[in-house]
Structures are given as structure tokens and as C-alpha cells.
């Protein structure tokens, strides 16, 4: 699977922003932000969104996700659709992220 992120080497963002595309069927290992939360913009194709013991959510351009801290969860493109969204990390002073296990293909390949 593939899937692009980041900024240039050579910048030192304030707000770590990240210009995320999946390919079909991509997504990214369950993950928690401690301390500072994360935002999703999206901006082009169809994509999921889901915290851990919650449904999936269906996120199309124009959605805007806000993620507590501390929640775990998972965002990647639809099965039939590439995705994209602009990812930014709310700052905070000791901000991390953990990644976590994989999405297994039978979760995955329960979504609509």
C-alpha cells in the first residue's frame, strides 16, 4: 500500500501540518496523540475515520475531524477511492504519537 506525507526537510513548522494521499485501500495503524490531538482536512476522494469500540466513519472533501487526545484510532482511503487530507498535529508541550497495530483485512474489509 502506499501513501505519501510530510513537509520539506528544511522547514520547522509551528503546527506540524502533513498533505497525506492514500491509494485504495490504504490506511494507516491504529495510533493515539498524546497530549495534543490531531486534525484531518479532507480534500479529495473518499476515505475512512474510526476511533477504537466505535463505527467507522465515511469522510468525503470538505470533512473536518477533530481528534482528542488520547483517542485511538485510524484514518486511510475507501477500498474503491484514492484519499487525501491535510494532517495537523495540535500542538502541545510533550506531544507524541504512538502507532500501534495494523487494521486487520477482516475489519477493514467489513466497511461499506
Known sequence: MWATAGWPRWATPQLGAA????????????????????????????????EWGKPAQELRPGDVVSIPPE?????????????????????????SAEWLEPVSDQEYDQLG
Not at 483517542?71 to 506531544?95: C, M, N, R, Y
Open 19 to 50: 498533505n497525506v494521499t492514500f491509494e485504495p485501500g490504504c490506511r494507516n495503524n491504529w495510533h493515539i496523540h498524546h497530549k495534543g490531538g490531531q486534525v484531518l482536512i479532507c480534500i479529495a476522494g473518499r476515505g475512512w475515520y474510526q
Open 71 to 95: 483517542v485511538k484510532h485510524w484514518h486511510g482511503a475507501t477500498a474503491d477511492s484514492w484519499f487525501q487530507h491535510i494532517a495537523l498535529a495540535v500542538p502541545a508541550e510533550g506531544a
